[in-house]
Each structure stands twice: as C-alpha cells, then as structure tokens.
C-alpha cells in the first residue's frame, strides 16, 4: 500500500536537492558521501569536499547534515538511495600528491594524527607522498632511521630536504614518524 510512497520519496531525494547539508542547503543524493566514524572524526574540522575529493568524483561533494544521525539515517542514505559512504581505507587509498599538495598545513598535520591512531593505514600512507617538505613539495616516507622522506626541520637553513617547520613542530605529526 505505501510502496508507490516510499518509491516517489526514494527518487525525489536522488533527483531534487532535498537533503539538508553540512554548512546549510540542501544536495542531491549523487553530491554527498557519508563519512564511517573514522573518516568523520578526521574531517569534522575539513570539507566532505576536501575528505571525497580524491575519489576522482566530478563536481564537489558534501557531506549530510550533522543532524541527519547515521544510526537512524545511514542505513536507509547508503542502501536505498545510494550514497558513497566515505572510509578511512578508502581515503587513505585515493590520496595522490595534487590532493596533498593542496591541503593546508594544519589538514596534513591533522593526517597526521589520523594515521598515527591507525597504524595498519600509516603503513599504507606511507606508500603516498605524504611528507611536507619546506619547499612545499610533498614526498613519500622512505624507511630509515629518523624521520621519513626528509629531515626535521632545524633552525639553522640547509639545502638537505626538510620537513616543513609549520608540521615539524606539532606533537602528533612528530609521533607518526616513529612509526
């Protein structure tokens, strides 16, 4: 008796900017990913946007609303109506140097942190161009004693690569380089 309902409701909110989104309006199902715990946790501070936007989507992507719970809504936002769901796998697998390079600062470090509380995903990221040089450029972590892909940075100026000060200098980015 309600199916034809519950059908027009499942198209109107894949077709038409229904969904209340973080930040204010209102997206259509194919503009936003949800985010596990992990992944929300990390980007709570960043954009959906910033956190999806390696998934090679077009357009920007956003996150639902804060107050749509994942608990009561998530089940019905990923299987019914097909909104990507956001992993710290998933992220960690897609970031490329471009996405990183563009980051700021204070999101690298905040990486950082991230991968630290995970060490099978820092053994991944590793993988990745995720070390700040001062020069702005990003490197992989290369395995060798002392900090990876370059070396703390120090007051004195050397033409050896470092690892960019503004990051060097926080307390959880300089615990995931002992790993």
Do not use: N
């Not at 563009?102 to 999101?107: L, T, Y």
């Amino acid at each position: 008796m309600f199916r034809p309902l519950l059908d027009a409701v499942d198209e109107a909110l894949v077709t038409e900017p229904l969904i209340p989104v973080a930040g204010g309006g209102y997206g259509v199902s194919v503009d936003l990913a949800l985010g596990d715990s992990g992944c929300a946790r990390f980007s709570r501070p960043v954009s959906w946007a910033s956190c999806a936007a390696p998934a090679g989507r077009s357009g920007s992507r956003m996150s639902p609303s804060p107050s749509i719970s994942p608990r009561c809504c998530g089940h019905y936002l990923r299987e019914e109506i097909g909104i990507d769901e956001i992993t710290p796998e998933a992220v960690v697998s897609l970031l490329t140097g471009e996405f990183l390079g563009a980051q700021s600062d204070e999101w690298i470090t905040r990486l950082y942190a991230f991968l630290f509380a995970r060490s099978a995903l820092w053994r991944e990221a590793r993988a990745k161009p995720v070390i700040r040089l001062e020069d702005g450029s990003q490197v992989r972590a290369v395995r060798r004693p002392g900090p990876p892909g370059g070396l703390p940075a120090r007051p004195a100026v050397s033409s050896l690569p470092t690892v960019r000060r503004a990051i060097a200098g926080s307390p959880g980015a300089r615990r995931s380089w002992m790993r």
